[in-house]
């Protein structure tokens, strides 16, 4: 039989694990209702998911060969407006990717392009008819009504130019493209170099659960995250990584050519997620990267979103050098959105209007490939340029 000590010992244990789950059931709610009053009622259920249907588009595991991941067939996502925080249902088609059901056999006549890139080509925030993709099969055929035209949007979230490499041989090429657009670079900037996609671990299944399901968690976690990045820190952050991103698309461009299929790379618009999206508007995204490198030498340090878009401006510098030297297309996507800068709801994730500006910018660049003599899209009065500042 257990001593007396033995069961106050158990006693005080048991009351103590009773406390601390008080504790922390107390400080969970006064996270969601500090929030809440902040943010909006929705946060207090943050984390309360009754139904697979609920879950996000940042979630797609299904592993192809351990080289990059992608979505399950016909897998229930959803997404929701930045704008007016409706959520709405994300189409997967049975390939695992965005948008309606295509064959993999090219239909006779049909110039077929193949959107290559990570969220920004996906759609964050986007319903299915607003993303960039979509606009751009749009575009073409109302410029050039003569010729049937079938745009696939390939792009994943999170994918980097590695990954989207790896998904272009296995995905991309069967369906016998006639031109195929590149769309991506933050992924790059923000990352250590390619790691190879994996199934998660119980340990980091948990440890994500835990993060998806309580909000203390999830701030717990961003708050232990370095803020702040020095001059050395950036410079050992940004070196190697435009190496890496050119030699995954020189892959691309020199498979593309044995296959006679044109290669469109695109300038990605981006930002530090410092300033308001009104503040946004005007401010172009070479003032916002030199604004950056002021106060890096002036301050001695920079935050993680400066931090990823010094390394991108140099990602997209190297791409322009590399697509001239190669003779491969570039579309500047940075300066086609330049003036409207307050359509990235995120990071980079472009709403509607952003989507429509840079599907016209890609269609006006592949229209004399694909349709010699058409007219370019008629620019709408969204994509009227705000005035500089």
Not at 206 to 229: G, I, N, T
Not at 250 to 273: D, H, K, Y
Not at 283 to 311: F, H, K, N, T
Request: net charge neutral.
């Amino acid at each position: 039989m257990p001593t007396h000590r033995a069961v106050a010992l158990r006693t005080k244990l048991a009351f103590a694990l009773v406390v601390l789950l008080l504790v922390g059931v107390a400080l969970e709610l006064t996270v969601r209702i500090a929030f809440a009053a902040k943010i909006g009622p929705r946060v207090l259920l943050y984390g309360i998911v009754s139904d697979r249907d609920e879950q996000g588009v940042q979630s797609h595991e299904n592993v192809v060969a351990g080289r990059y991941s992608k979505y399950f067939p016909h897998q229930k996502r959803r997404d929701a407006d930045v704008d007016t925080g409706e959520s709405f249902e994300v189409t997967i088609n049975a390939h695992g990717f965005r948008g309606e059901d295509w064959s993999v056999a090219k239909p006779p006549g049909v110039v077929r392009v193949v959107t290559l890139g990570a969220s920004s080509t996906f759609g964050y925030h986007d319903r299915d008819d607003e993303t960039y993709p979509h606009y751009l099969e749009r575009d073409l055929a109302e410029a050039c009504p003569a010729r049937r035209f079938e745009v696939i949007n390939l792009g994943i979230p999170h994918l980097d130019a590695e990954q989207i490499l790896a998904l272009f041989v296995d995905e991309a090429l069967a369906l016998d493209p006639d031109v195929v657009t590149f769309y991506e670079g933050i992924n790059d900037a923000q990352g250590g170099g390619w790691r190879a996609p994996t199934a998660p671990s119980l340990a980091s299944r948990v440890r994500r659960a835990v993060r998806e399901h309580l909000l203390l968690a999830a701030l717990l976690a961003d708050l232990r995250a370095k803020k702040s990045f020095t001059a050395d820190e950036v410079a050992a952050h940004v070196g190697g990584k435009a190496e890496r991103f050119l030699a995954s698309l020189a892959q691309i461009r020199e498979q593309s050519r044995e296959r006679g299929i044109e290669l469109a790379v695109v300038t990605q618009q981006a930002q530090s997620g410092m300033k308001t999206r009104e503040e946004m508007r005007g401010l172009r995204y070479g003032e916002e990267v030199a604004r950056i490198r002021e106060r890096l030498a002036s301050q001695g340090e920079i935050a993680s979103g400066e931090l990823y878009l010094l390394a991108h401006d140099e990602l997209m510098r190297a791409l322009r050098g590399w697509s001239a030297a190669n003779g491969v297309t570039l579309v500047d996507g940075i300066a086609a959105l330049d003036a409207r800068r307050d359509t990235m709801v995120s990071w980079v994730h472009l709403n509607a209007e952003g989507n429509r500006i840079l599907s016209r910018a890609i269609a006006s660049a592949l229209l004399p490939r694909v349709c010699p003599g058409a007219p370019p899209p008629a620019a709408g009065v969204d994509s009227a340029a705000a005035p500089s500042r």
